[in-house]
């Protein structure tokens, strides 16, 4: 892998961290939500942050 690749990683770690880091109780309140969510609709989420995700990158670079 290339370094910033490796570093993106890491970004993306940190990112996850400062939630429940900040705001455990916050955390907590979405984590459950998120359980009571049906597939689909988590699927939906994940594509809809995925295209958002890449949409990003396409505009930075």
Same mark, same amino acid.
Request: net charge neutral.
């Given at each position: 892998?290339?370094?910033?690749?490796?570093?993106?990683?890491? #970004?993306?770690?940190?990112?996850? *961290?400062? =939630?429940? &880091?900040?705001?455990?109780?916050?955390?907590?309140? @979405?984590?459950?939500?998120?359980?009571?969510? &049906?597939?689909?609709? #988590?699927?939906? &989420? *994940? #594509?809809?942050?995925?295209?958002?995700?890449? *949409?990003? @990158?396409?505009? =930075?670079?």
């Amino acid at each position: 892998m290339s370094e910033e690749w490796l570093i993106a990683m890491g #970004l993306v770690l940190v990112l996850e *961290g400062l =939630i429940p &880091t900040l705001a455990p109780k916050a955390w907590k309140k @979405i984590v459950m939500e998120m359980s009571m969510k &049906t597939d689909s609709q #988590l699927r939906i &989420t *994940g #594509l809809v942050l995925m295209m958002v995700g890449l *949409g990003w @990158i396409f505009v =930075i670079s």
